[in-house]
């Protein structure tokens, strides 16, 4: 049983698409992370959520909690926006975080 | 500047030799937290450190094989022991809730990419 799902699992894109990757969880939860996992596995955090809506450059997330569900768009994607995009969710009991398998996304020129 | 520092940030490795892994954190903390992401899965927790007491193991992970420091609020190492190409994955260590000003980047180390030869 996977707490957290995320769809698609791989995505390829032409350069300038609007991108959305979803996430959906079935704990209740204190806060929902996005990172994101470069081709050589360096990983980066690009937001945490723990309601609503936030906004860097071409990145936005949403969270909807009674839902269980986020997103995270990409707008006027580019190539060096290819990397694996994770959702890692902070379930309420506890601290420790579960992780989606993670969406592979390809930004094509 | 990032929170948390996690070094090495890669490595490539004899079979039966060992690595430690570092993750230093510029806050203390009470406990921190060491993943492992083995090619195409998800990341799984290994186990969970506390200051001043032995590490915490999942299922299916043993002291033996990836002992834990802790030595003080800020800083823990994950050694990955006697390592076999199995042990080839992504170590990631991170941290619980700092304050509600954390910013974003400081719940995650960059992770070290370990390839076992």
């Known amino acids: 049983k996977n707490e957290v799902e995320q769809s698609p699992q791989n995505l390829t894109a032409q350069e300038g698409e609007f991108i959305t990757i979803n996430c959906s969880y079935s704990?209740?939860?204190?806060?929902l992370h996005w990172l994101q996992q470069h081709p050589g596995g360096g990983i980066v955090s690009l937001f945490m959520l723990s309601s609503g809506k936030k906004k860097h450059g071409r990145l936005i997330a949403t969270i909807n909690i009674q839902e269980k569900h986020s997103s995270l768009h990409i707008t006027a994607s580019h190539p060096r926006d290819s990397a694996v995009y994770i959702c890692a969710v902070l379930p309420n009991t506890g601290n420790q975080f579960y992780f989606g398998t993670g969406t592979s996304l390809t930004v094509i020129p | 500047s990032a929170v948390i520092s996690q070094k090495p940030s890669r490595d490539i490795c004899q079979r039966g030799t060992s690595l430690t892994i570092q993750c230093q954190v510029d806050s203390q903390v009470t406990m921190m937290f060491w993943y492992r992401q083995q090619p195409g899965q998800s990341l799984t927790l290994i186990a969970t450190?506390?200051?001043?007491?032995?590490?915490?193991?999942e299922s299916g992970f043993v002291i033996d094989k990836f002992p834990i420091s802790r030595p003080n609020l800020t800083f823990s190492t994950l050694t990955v022991s006697n390592m076999s190409p199995e042990d080839s994955s992504i170590y990631l260590c991170?941290?619980?809730?700092?304050?509600?000003?954390?910013?974003?980047?400081?719940?995650f180390g960059q992770g070290t990419r370990l390839t076992v030869v």
């Open positions: 991170s941290v619980d809730r700092l304050t509600a000003l954390t910013p974003t980047e400081a719940f």
């Open positions: 450190a506390n200051q001043g007491s032995e590490a915490t193991y």
């Open positions: 704990v209740g939860i204190s806060a």
